[in-house]
């Protein structure tokens, strides 16, 4: 047994010592960043340019009310959150006006130190950046003092602004890549969703040193496998799951019924305390025969609306000379109203009352829909729409006795089913509903409507829809079970509000799916993936994938012999290879 076992005090030799490097020159840019965009930040105190703008998501974080902004993941607005919470502001105040002075509940100094300071060391972060490409101290310094004393990065750095912010982090970025390469250790996050072509550069960067790392024969096959794995774990999966927890702290954070509850489906607005919340808790989820309900559009384009109909035909004539059926008109209201309401029925019954026990509807049912105010069926028929003239005209039927039958008959298509046979549920299921008669489908064309139709959006019945449209479908949002038969009695039932007990909630995954299909980034990309909804599309994408990935392989596969000289090539075998001719050095050397 050895002395240090004996006593691990006589192994510690005394007295301890630290020794420590302190860069001067990096220490004085430090100080001056900080002097030039820290001193006097409170002045103006008041709204400067797009202070007006993040100023409002302020308010509704320390409200903690939903919002979406499009531009861009919220981890910078949490940034500047987190400085209003310090400073104590409680979201009181109007963000209505740039230039609008700052009442004394704002702590504007709060507010702005947080950019300030992301912006103040924006200048050591390049002299670090500098030095790590390899350059001299005094390069780096030239390149500090350009930045320092850059007077648009000054002003941007001293007022409530995100631009400060995601120039940090990509410097951030940058520099840790470089010293990741070295020792392994990367950090990063999106502020902007313009910050995505720093990340892409980045990645460009690693598949350039990892395609190296890979043709490195001095290395063995598991140290290549073991420093891969960890380039994808640091710039794949820890930002991936970064970006996710984000949002899962907006979305904590932000349980409140807002302003940009509109913007969202139903569910989502139902899983927010108040707001449609309140109405929809405690609805029937199963849609029976006898429902009484709002049918609103899936699409928020040019804005959501609701299924409406009123006391008001169509013209005879239009402007344009073209004539109508001078039908009632239906048509998308932005509005909540008591004409928003419609019933289902049973084609085969006269009853407009739910059973006992309900009687569901299912997908591939056929329904009609009554008009709850003016008891006038949903009608479509061979007349062209008013301002889409390729497009059938929707109506409430109205019987003129001009040999103009009803055409009422609609077939219920769950777009999201699970199975074929899937019930109609409320708030949940995107429904596409599709004439029996002309196989029209419903949708919202997204036209404005003249005078005579109150500027309403136009409703049309498609005939050459195709794939997944938002504004061909449409989800229950309100929902009660009829008991009235009666005309008046309906009316009074219909003017009532529902009832709430049970409270309904979207998973948060559910919820950050939709955040992302509303963000500007991932439009198309949703727009993509919205193709794909039936099981035949899928599998048709899956080979697809499957064809891209063997031809991957078989690429890999026969060019291996070229790229990594393993298996090595015959004379013959090297003369048999297509388009030898290019590849003449290689018969040579062989």
Known sequence: MNECSQSGMQCVKLPISVRVEINLLLLAVTGLALVTRLYGIHFPRAVVFDEVYYGQFLSLYMKQVFF?????????????????????????????????????????WSLRVIPALAGSFCIPLAYLLVVELGYSHFSALGACMLLLMENSLIVQSRFMLLESVLIFFLLLAVLSYLHFHKARNFKSALVKYMGMFTYFLLLGLTAVHTWQLIGDRTLSYVSIVVQVLVRFLALVVLPVIMYIGFFYVHLTLLYRSGPHDQMMSSAFQASLEGGLARITQGQPLDVALGSQVTLRTVSSKPVPCWLHSHKVNYPIRYENGRGSSHQQQVTCYPF?????????KDPGRHTLVVSSPPRPVRHGDIIQLLHGMTSRYLNTHDVAAPMSPHSQEVSGYIDFNVSMPAQNLWRVDIVNRESDREIWKTILSEVRLVHVNTSAVLKLSGASLPEWGFKQLEVVGDKIYKGYQQSGMWNVEEHRYGRSQEQKERELELKSPTHSDIKRNLTFMAKFLELQCKSSLCAHICMLFSFLRSPAQRKAFGVVILAV?????????????????????????????????????????R
């Open 68 to 108: 979406i902004d499009e531009s861009g993941p919220p981890f910078g607005h949490m940034v500047l959150a987190l400085g209003a919470y310090l400073g104590g502001f409680d979201g009181n105040f109007v963000w209505n006006r740039i230039g609008a002075e700052y009442t004394s509940n704002v702590p504007v």
């Open 336 to 344: 909540k109203d008591v004409n928003n309401w419609w019933i289902i």
């Open 549 to 589: 990935l063997c031809s991957v392989y078989v690429s890999y596969h026969n060019l291996s012999p070229l790229t990594y000289g393993q298996p090595a090539l015959s004379s013959d075998e090297l003369a048999a290879l297509r388009w030898r001719e290019s590849w003449d050095i290689l018969l040579r050397k």
